[in-house]
Structure formats: structure tokens, C-alpha cells
């Protein structure tokens, strides 16, 4: 399963340069979807073979003097408690200041691996000036810069051996993996409980393969499925809840762990900066999802004109995805509950869902002729011929044409969209490529 690393340390050591450095050479391949860069706080890499997940810190500080220290010692609490590995980054050129004593003594205190990375090394006399970090009671300081990218290689060599060993994934038996998520307080245990209920006749609870990720079996009226559950369970150190760095870093590991998010939103609170940043993390991990409006008991107006508008709202915020499923729901009445799981199965069956290659022609062709990409300079592109890739894990599709690269993001989009109209892959994000014929 995927391991978790945050970058912290004070403002300005580079942190964000950092982690644009570690996750920018692959970032362009990963994320293909429209609009995922809004979000530079959360990225993978791929260092001999291994996939890891980065958090940069630096994103959520809220910057004002007096709170200032406050947030960082915050951060770095929670991302002590949530990460496999912490990058404490410093500056050589500032040396060692107050803020960073402070940021060391907590990590001291830590039981997570600590790798400190002296950044903005940028020739040999920084070297020495890295010796005086060594202060910092953390060890050897890595010696690297963010901006040039030198020593990254041996800081990833660093990371990967603090890794706590990789688990083999054991129960790889096709059951789907549900995992809800969402903003603290919108009532995550709340729809865990009412799904299982007191007659817990459920197999037995597994450990995941994350230190924290619980795998339930839940069998019954029909369903079978795991239900990632990564809510409360190790003590929360001291933590103000309200936190939005925290319920990101929580969610991460659910999300990376499961097939199907089921996205958690309060519906007397309406959609936050919080809920969007958690789609995104879903997103950039293309998993598919299944919007939840929990509370809908509460909610102060319930008319079908409301339900409509809150859709809307919810699909334009989310664009350019829109073809998710919404459910209205409560936990506590347990209203819709089991609309939530039977949305959810469903949609995990259009994850897995397969088009033959000639239903697929046979349908996209007449509307490929009659809609042809535009063509650029004057030349004429053509589609002759598509199929779906066999065993991905998303649904993808791929277009054969004389010229692709000029086959732009628009088209795709409308590809995209014709397949769906014609198939129900609601729910489900999808790849389309366009190659060589």
C-alpha cells in the first residue's frame, strides 16, 4: 500500500520547491485530468519501484504572526501521528534559527523516521555551513538543492530505506473496497455504524496493510464488500479537530486503499474548500465515487427544488467530472442508507464494466465522422478504429488516429462523454488516448 510522507519545516526553506521537484517529473504523467494543479499539497513518486504519497505542509499555514508558530507545531504534530516518514527541510543559507529548535524537538520526541534535508546547498562552502544542523540532534543533514535537484537522489534513497517494509497485499480476492471520507464532524462514524448496525454478523475485522487502515467484511441483505475504515482509530494526540490539514492526511490513506469513496458532505454546511480538496485527492487517485449529502434530516429546506440546487452546486464545483451519483441521506435516521450502499455497488460494477470492441466501433465511429476532430493546419484527422484496454484500472479507452497529438483535451472530453451517454460508467473516472494507428 502506498506510504505517506510530509514535508515539513518553517516558510521559505523551500518546501514547496521541494516537493514540486520530487513529484514534478512524474506529476505531468500522472495526472491527465483537467484542473488537477489547483492543488499542489498532495503528489506521488516513484523511486526505484516504489510509489510513495508526499504532503507538503506549507500549503495550510495559516500566516499571521501571532498563530504563526502555533499552526507549524500543529502540522507537525499531526504529520508526525499520520506520516511513515517526515521531511524536515531547513534552510543552510539562514542556518538554524529559534522555529527550528522548536520543530526539532518535536520530531525528537517522535517515533516516525526523521530525514533532515539542508536545501538550498548550492555549492561547497554551504556544505560546511550544513555541519551546524547536526545541533539539531536528527542526525546526518542531507545536503540538496530543491531548485536544481541535486542530491534528490540520495534523499529518495534515504526515504525509501526508512520505509517501513513493503506487505504483501493478501486479500487480493476481487471484493470491492468502500471507504467513506470526508470533513470532520460531517458524520463519517455515524454512517459506518448505521451500515453495520448492532447485529454485527460481519467476518472478522483485518488490519490493513496501512498502520491504520481497518478493513471490515460486511456481508449481508445481498452486499459484499470491505469498508475501509481509517476514522478514530489511534487516539487523536491533542489535535483540534477542526483541522483541515488533518482530515486530508486521515483521508489519504482511505482513499489510496479503497475502490469506491463514498464523499461524506454535511448538508448544513453545503460544500467546503475542505470537501473539495478531499475530491481531489480521490481524483488524482482516480478512484470512483459516490457522493453522500449526510444530514439531510436537519437540513433546513427539503423541497426538490433545494435537493436540485444543491446537485448543481455540487457538479459545478466538481466539473470538468460530473457524472457521479448524489444521495441524500441521514445516519441517524438511517434514510437512503441502503440506496448509499447499493449506489456504491453499482458503481463499482461500472468500474469494472467492459465494452466489446464492436459495440464500442459500432456506436463511436458514425458519431466520430460526424463530429471529426478539428482540424489544425490544415490537416485532416482521422479515427478509424477504438477499443477498451483489457484489465486497467480504470475504464480507458483507446482511439486510433493518423495524427494524435493533435487531437487536443476538448475532443477527448467529448469522447469521453459520448461513451458515457451510451454506457453507465457513473461514478468512475476514465482514461482516453488517442495513439497511433
Request: glycine fraction near 6%; charge should be neutral.
Amino acid at each position: 500500500m502506498g506510504n505517506l510522507i510530509a514535508i515539513v519545516g518553517r516558510p521559505n526553506v523551500g518546501k514547496s520547491t521541494l516537493f514540486n521537484r520530487l513529484t514534478g517529473t512524474r506529476q505531468a504523467i500522472v495526472s491527465e485530468t483537467a484542473g488537477t494543479t489547483r492543488d499542489r499539497q498532495y503528489g506521488k513518486t516513484e523511486w526505484n519501484g516504489r510509489e510513495v504519497s508526499l504532503v507538503d505542509t506549507g500549503g495550510w499555514v495559516v500566516n499571521s504572526d501571532d498563530i504563526f508558530e502555533e499552526e507549524i507545531r500543529k502540522q507537525v504534530l499531526i504529520a508526525t501521528e499520520e506520516a511513515d516518514v517526515i521531511l524536515f527541510v531547513v534552510d543552510v543559507k539562514n542556518g538554524v534559527t529559534d522555529l527550528d529548535t522548536q520543530v526539532a524537538e518535536i520530531l525528537r520526541r517522535t517515533k516516525t523516521p526523521v530525514v533532515l534535508v539542508a536545501n538550498k546547498t548550492d555549492d561547497n562552502i554551504d556544505r560546511y555551513g550544513a555541519a551546524e544542523f547536526y545541533s539539531l540532534g536528527l542526525g546526518d543533514p542531507y545536503c540538496i538543492s530543491a531548485a536544481t535537484g541535486s542530491g534528490t537522489g540520495d534523499l529518495l534513497d534515504a526515504i525509501l530505506d526508512k520505509l517501513p517494509p513493503e506487505a504483501q497485499a493478501g486479500e487480493e480476492d476481487n471484493i470491492p473496497r468502500f471507504s467513506v471520507v470526508g470533513r470532520p464532524n460531517a458524520g463519517k462514524s455515524s454512517l459506518i455504524n448505521a451500515f453495520i448496525g448492532e447485529d454485527r454478523h460481519i467476518v472478522t475485522d483485518i488490519a490493513g496493510t496501512t498502520r491504520d487502515s481497518i478493513l471490515t467484511r460486511y456481508d449481508k441483505f445481498g452486499f459484499d464488500f470491505y469498508l475501509v475504515d481509517t476514522a478514530g482509530i489511534r487516539k487523536k494526540n491533542k489535535v483540534t479537530e477542526d483541522l483541515e490539514f488533518y482530515s486530508v492526511m486521515r483521508s489519504i490513506r482511505a482513499i489510496e486503499n479503497s475502490d469506491v469513496c463514498l464523499l461524506l458532505i454535511d448538508a448544513t454546511r453545503g460544500i467546503e474548500s475542505q470537501d473539495m480538496n478531499i475530491f481531489q485527492v480521490i481524483q488524482r487517485n482516480h478512484k470512483s465515487i459516490v457522493v453522500v449529502i449526510n444530514k439531510w434530516d436537519i437540513a433546513t429546506d427539503k423541497s426538490q427544488t433545494a435537493m436540485k440546487h444543491f446537485e448543481e452546486t455540487i457538479r459545478s464545483r466538481m466539473a470538468p467530472f460530473t457524472d457521479f451519483p448524489i444521495v441524500f441521506a441521514s445516519a441517524l435516521t438511517k434514510q437512503r442508507i441502503f440506496r448509499v450502499l447499493e449506489t456504491a455497488k453499482n458503481v463499482y460494477l461500472n468500474r469494472k464494466r467492459h465494452i466489446s470492441t464492436s459495440k464500442l466501433n459500432e456506436e463511436m465511429l458514425p458519431l466520430i465522422e460526424a463530429y471529426p476532430p478539428p482540424s489544425i493546419k490544415g490537416k485532416y484527422i482521422k479515427i478509424k478504429y477504438c477499443m477498451q484496454l483489457p484489465d486497467t484500472q480504470i475504464p480507458s479507452f483507446v482511439f486510433y488516429a493518423n495524427l494524435p497529438q493533435y487531437v487536443k483535451e476538448p475532443y477527448k472530453r467529448f469522447l469521453e462523454n459520448k461513451i458515457r451517454e451510451r454506457w453507465d460508467f457513473k461514478g468512475t473516472p476514465m482514461h482516453i488516448f488517442i495513439r497511433q494507428k
